[in-house]
């Protein structure tokens, strides 16, 4: 089994800045992909990032050219740094490994990201 372990969490202001871990144990041979969601208050979980084993990225139109998405493979582990943080990024920000099918094979807990105006 995978295991995934996010932090870097917190509370900043409009503008600041945050670098979200997720470090990744277990069987992870079987990760071909991770990527990070993240669901605010009252709506669905919508992606932020991925990034495969190969350095392959993906952005949500909304964070691009303010999010990072990159990964230490010697850590096992992904990171997504949020620069110009707006309000309206809080939300609950999950990782997640992905196979070579294509298919989620775990989530993390859950970090809280909270940007006040």
């Known amino acids: 089994q995978v295991q995934l372990v996010e932090s870097g969490g917190g509370l900043v202001q409009a503008g600041g800045s945050l670098r979200l871990s997720c470090a990744a144990s277990?069987?992870?041979?079987?990760?071909?992909?991770m990527g990070w969601y993240r669901q605010a208050p009252g709506k669905q979980r919508e992606l932020v990032a991925t990034?495969?084993?190969?350095?392959?990225?993906e952005y949500a139109d909304s964070v691009k050219g303010r999010i990072t998405i990159s990964r230490d493979s010697a850590k096992n582990t992904v990171y997504l740094q949020m620069n110009s943080l707006k309000p309206e990024d809080t939300a609950v920000y999950y990782c997640?490994?992905?196979?070579?099918?294509?298919?989620?094979?775990?989530w993390g807990q859950g970090t809280q990201v909270t940007v006040s105006s």
């Open positions: 990034i495969t084993n190969g350095g392959s990225t």
């Open positions: 277990g069987s992870i041979f079987s990760i071909n992909a």
């Open positions: 997640n490994a992905v196979d070579g099918y294509r298919r989620v094979i775990r």
